[in-house]
């Protein structure tokens, strides 16, 4: 596998108020790819669904360490992995289906169908009562 040409790490107690800074934090490292608007703004969705789900659902009722980790490669493409160390998904299938939720009636279930829909994949991993992996890639052509 090729070596990024980038990376960083970072991470934060899972407090909702963080959610934003996570998102903006990913953003602000894309940037050196010169996205366009639309691609960032896309990604930085994309991040903010993951890590939302690792704080609501994730930690739920308890508090914990959110992590995120961004790389860049020579082809323009970003990875970002979000983690948690949370409760885990029992059934990621069923999990990742638009609609279903467990996070009762005001979630929306659609937090990995948004992901997939501003991602070129979403690859997710989980262990019950170890933790959850969201791997988000997106390719960034650069601009004319």
């Not at 970072?10 to 903006?24: D, L, M, Q, T």
């Not at 999990?95 to 279903?100: D, H, K, R, S």
């Amino acid at each position: 596998m090729m070596k990024p040409v980038n990376q960083a790490q970072i991470s934060f107690p899972s407090y909702s108020v963080n959610e934003g800074f996570g998102r903006a934090a990913v953003a602000a490292f894309l940037a050196q790819l010169d996205p366009t608007v639309a691609d960032l703004a896309d990604m930085r969705t994309a991040v903010s669904e993951a890590v939302t789900n690792a704080i609501v659902h994730g930690y739920r009722d308890k508090k914990g360490t959110v992590y995120i980790s961004a790389k860049i490669f020579e082809d323009g493409k970003a990875v970002v992995r979000v983690r948690d160390k949370g409760c885990g998904i029992p059934d990621v299938k069923q999990a990742m289906e638009p609609l279903f939720t467990t996070g009762g009636e005001e979630r929306a279930g659609l937090g990995f169908a948004v992901m997939q829909s501003f991602c070129d994949s979403v690859r997710v991993t989980s262990t019950v009562g170890r933790g959850t992996s969201v791997t988000l890639t997106k390719h960034f052509e650069p601009k004319e």
